[in-house]
């Protein structure tokens, strides 16, 4: 079964700090995976998207790093702000089919205190 | 500036009634989709269109229907709401894949 799970569920940090956030997948075959930010009451918002070949990618302070092998991903954000605080979505995307089937995590719910 | 819409942000409506949420995109996209989301759960797909006069339903069962009659808008309706269909309902289009800023519908 295709699925995306992501860890931790929810995560406090200090303004300033670093931190991880980690999403296993089973989907098969793999397209791509992404990840989205989501703020309170928005839309998702897309941060970055990786294939197959590509093992890190950047936005900013936002950095992106995939396993195809281990079929893990990771978001580390740098230097935390408060503007950071809200819902972290990993999503990936098979090649199975025309429509290019969306797996969707259920979100790592980041929360920056100052 | 291309963006995806959808009206209204929020709705409160009395069991029974008739709704129609609406999704609008300017950036010349084929693919539309609707998507409902509960507070700590994974997006599911409700309905998807390739095109105009194109509609397919999604993996969760839904009592809505939608339309496909021009490019740029994919309106959704139910034909009477009812407390189990409160939830929020995202717009998005693609590629690649862009949302709105979701309807968050409740049913009293």
């Known amino acids: 079964k295709n699925q995306v799970e992501q860890s931790p569920q929810s995560l406090i940090i200090l303004e300033g700090k670093n931190c991880t956030l980690q999403c296993n997948y089973t989907v098969s075959p793999f397209s791509n995976l992404r990840w989205y930010k989501q703020d309170t009451g928005r839309g998702p918002v897309s941060l970055t998207i990786?294939?197959?070949?590509?093992n890190t990618k950047s936005n900013g302070r936002y950095t992106a790093t995939l396993d195809a092998d281990t079929k893990q991903s990771s978001l580390h954000i740098t230097a935390s702000q408060l503007s950071d605080s809200a819902s972290y979505i990993c999503v990936v995307s098979d090649r199975g089919s025309t429509l290019g089937r969306l797996y969707f995590g259920r979100g790592t719910q980041l929360t920056v205190w100052p | 500036e291309a963006d995806i819409y959808q009206t209204p942000r929020y709705l409160v409506i009395g069991t029974g009634k008739k709704i129609t949420l609406e999704c609008s995109q300017t950036m010349g996209h084929d693919k539309m989709y609707w998507y409902q989301q509960d507070p700590g759960m994974e997006l599911h797909l409700i309905h998807y269109?390739?095109?105009?006069?194109?509609?397919e339903k999604g993996d969760l069962s839904s009592e809505s229907t939608v339309s496909r009659i021009r490019t740029e808008h994919f309106p959704l309706t139910l034909e009477s709401a009812r407390p189990s269909h409160t939830s929020q309902y995202l717009c998005a289009s693609s590629p690649p894949l862009h949302f709105g800023n979701g309807t968050r519908l409740t049913v009293t």
């Open positions: 990786m294939t197959f070949s590509e």
């Open positions: 269109s390739y095109g105009v006069n194109s509609t």
